[in-house]
């Protein structure tokens, strides 16, 4: 079955401790987006990568960083200089033909303590 | 980053009411998308909107593209109880540009009594 895959479900980690989130993907999507969701708001754009080897910061991504060696992953590393990461990832991604209809991961719980 | 303006926040009804809920901008869109998000899991894409005044439907559900191209309503018929869940709305601006980048709604939540 086609679909995008995040791993762990939930992560635990300590304070001060990098931790990479994974996403994997065999939609053959050309786009992949790294989604930060807090509750009571809505989803909001860490990071994003249209073509392999070339990413963009979203509108949050100090203390994030990600890497698009592969077409099919995009992980997303939260570092130390993170403030608040205690969280819910989620990544998403859109094909070519259908640009602006992003499907989504069934997303990962990071909880830093 | 900016928000879209999504009402209510939240709806208790019963089982066989039917819902409505709307999201609002100050800004044109070209593209309305509505997802749904069960506890602890992504978004499931509902609906896309593609064209000012469109109207699309998906079972019981059913959208609007506002004519202004500002707003985006969704509505649900005879709700049942597994229609509960966040639902958001998500926009592409116009001149947004090839980046495919969404803005999305705070998201409605919605509760079914049987």
């Known amino acids: 079955d086609g679909g995008i895959t995040q791993s762990p479900k939930y992560l635990f980690r300590k304070e001060g401790q990098n931790v990479t989130l994974s996403c994997e993907q065999n939609l053959n999507h050309d786009a992949m987006y790294w989604y930060r969701q807090d509750p009571g708001q809505g989803l909001r754009l860490i990071y994003y990568s249209q073509i392999v080897n070339d990413f963009q910061k979203g509108d949050i991504a100090e203390g994030y960083s990600v890497s698009r060696e592969k077409k099919e992953s995009f992980p997303l590393t939260v570092t130390s200089a993170q403030k608040n990461p205690t969280a819910f990832y989620l990544c998403?991604?859109?094909?070519?033909?259908?640009?602006?209809?992003?499907?989504f991961g069934p997303g990962t719980r990071l909880t830093v303590t | 980053g900016q928000q879209l303006n999504q009402s209510p926040q939240s709806m208790f009804i019963q089982e066989g009411e039917d819902v409505s809920m709307n999201c609002t901008s100050s800004s044109i869109f070209n593209t309305w998308l509505w997802y749904k998000q069960e506890p602890g899991e992504g978004p499931v894409l509902l609906i896309a909107l593609y064209k000012a005044g469109e109207l699309t439907s998906n079972g019981r559900l059913t959208a609007q593209f506002g004519i202004t191209r500002k707003d985006s309503f969704l509505n649900i018929s005879a709700s049942i109880p597994s229609d509960v869940g966040i639902y958001f709305c998500?926009?592409?601006?116009?001149?947004?540009?090839?980046?495919?980048?969404?803005?999305f709604g705070t998201g409605t939540l919605l509760a079914v009594q049987p």
């Open positions: 998403a991604s859109t094909s070519a033909e259908v640009r602006h209809e992003q499907y």
């Open positions: 998500a926009g592409q601006l116009q001149g947004g540009g090839a980046t495919n980048k969404l803005i």
